[in-house]
């Protein structure tokens, strides 16, 4: 435990307010290391001559702007993220020339022709019909063609069951927003979607980290992380997990489904990358329909300006996630949901997803060349590649780095939840450059600078 006093701002405010301001500014100068212990809440009151309760709204306040992360029966610890940027899109302008293997992009050159999607919607409808106001749910005929999209998952789904979203995020915002309230707990992976980690903290939720291995999440750890805090949902990628690309087997998937029964928790399945790797398995929410919510999203398949996305959801959840969709946009766009449900019912959505496939399968074998002798776990159709680094290297080192060289790529930190410790690894995106020539050139300075041969 650290020896920490923190000194106050004497300005007129809130004194918990101050003190998570202070150790804002102390995690910013490097006085407060990601991971330091923090003194116990009756410690820092006593040191600091205040009450208790102040210092616990200072730690709680701390925590909701992602600077700590508190564990019953261990503490407080400054949170392992503290001095990384968790959002995936920075608003500062792009250096020229920065070739992107951070984000993941959809292979968007793939993408079916939307001038000949609205010919054929207009050769076939009147397309103000799509303009007005509609059913916050989705028209009927939507939720059709998104039952149809979810089976592809392997999920079983019919279209009283639909729920139509803005795209997989705005589905995961209604499913927070509209099931949990804040200061619930969210138990994930200790690594996962910066997304979540950012959606979390504006909705004041709490995620608590459960421990990971090869086959993904470990029952035993979200048990007993479930005995020790009071949790109200679980967040899963049980498919091709983001970011470290491991696929949960089918045992495992059984004993986190009995789990959730057993703590009364919801499922929040979110198979974002499932459709890139083939032979996929029946998801978790098949094994407990009655707590489930899955999102099958069109972003990563189909085309990410569409902005639509499928939300699988009981009966019992229906109408808090259909008041969410319409308190946040009143209706995922009706024009934009036709031409993807067009391309759903005629087959071309599929035909997309192979060719996507086969796209991404070319960079993962040129990846796999250049890379020869590193360590890393990916699909041989995914869109992009978990790599560990070999010491003294982390994955915020190489972030640093590489951006120095001209590329973008997202170390561990950016995912790790809490004060889990992060590994020594970085996601490379394979989809993120706009060729394959770009590609190679990225990852041959990565390969370089790894190698100390900048």
């Given at each position: ?55 616990t ?39 020229a ?6 984000l ?111 086959h ?8 007993a992380a ?21 696929t ?12 959730a ?12 990358y ?39 959801a ?141």
């Amino acid at each position: 435990m650290t020896i920490y006093s923190p000194a106050l701002s004497k300005e007129k405010e809130p004194l918990y307010m101050g003190l998570a301001d202070a150790i804002e500014r102390d995690i910013s100068a490097g006085v407060l290391a990601p991971g330091t212990r923090l003194p116990t809440h009756r410690d820092l009151a006593d040191s600091l001559g205040l009450n208790v309760s102040t210092v616990t709204r200072g730690y709680r306040e701390a925590e909701k702007r992602g600077l700590v992360s508190g564990t019953v029966g261990r503490g407080t610890f400054v949170a392992s993220d503290a001095t990384t940027s968790t959002s995936l899109v920075s608003f500062e302008p792009c250096p020229a020339g920065m070739l992107e293997m951070g984000l993941i992009e959809p292979l968007d050159h793939l993408d079916p022709s939307v001038t000949e999607g609205f010919k054929r919607i207009s050769r076939r409808k009147d397309p103000s019909t799509f303009m007005r106001y509609s059913d916050p749910r989705g028209q009927l005929e939507h939720r059709r063609a998104g039952a149809e999209w979810a089976n592809r998952f392997g999920m079983e789904a019919e279209a009283e069951n639909i729920i139509v979203s803005a795209g997989s995020q705005h589905a995961l915002t209604c499913a927070l927003s509209g099931l949990l309230r804040p200061g619930e707990r969210i138990a994930t992976d200790e690594l996962t979607y910066p997304g979540l980690k950012t959606l979390v903290a504006m909705l004041g939720l709490r995620l608590v980290p459960i421990r990971m291995d090869e086959h993904g999440m470990v029952p035993a750890s979200l048990d007993a992380a479930c005995r020790r805090d009071e949790i109200k949902a679980v967040y899963l990628m049980p498919g091709v997990h983001n970011p470290t690309t491991i696929t949960i087997p089918e045992a495992r998937r059984d004993e986190l489904a009995r789990l959730a029964d057993k703590h009364d928790l919801i499922i929040i399945e979110d198979d974002a990358y499932d459709l890139t790797d083939p032979g996929r398995l029946e998801p978790v929410g098949n094994r407990a329909r009655h707590r489930s919510i899955y999102i099958a999203g069109m972003s990563k398949s189909l085309a990410a300006g569409l902005r639509v996305a499928f939300v699988v959801a009981p009966a019992s959840m229906l109408k808090p996630l259909a008041q969410a969709v319409l308190n946040t946009i009143w209706m995922a766009p009706p024009l934009n949901v036709e031409l993807t449900s067009m391309w759903i019912n005629d087959g071309t959505a599929d035909r997309v997803v192979e060719q996507k496939r086969a796209e991404a399968a070319r960079r993962y074998m040129l990846a796999c060349d250049l890379l020869d002798g590193f360590r890393f776990r990916g699909k041989p159709s995914g869109f992009y590649l978990w790599c560990e680094l070999p010491e003294p290297w982390t994955g915020q080192a190489l972030e640093n780095a590489a951006r120095e060289h001209g590329v973008n790529v997202f170390g561990a930190e950016k995912f790790v939840v809490g004060d889990s410790p992060p590994p020594r690894a970085a996601r490379i995106s394979l989809t993120g450059t706009s060729t394959v020539d770009q590609l190679e050139k990225g990852l041959r300075i990565i390969r370089d600078i790894v190698e100390d041969r900048p």
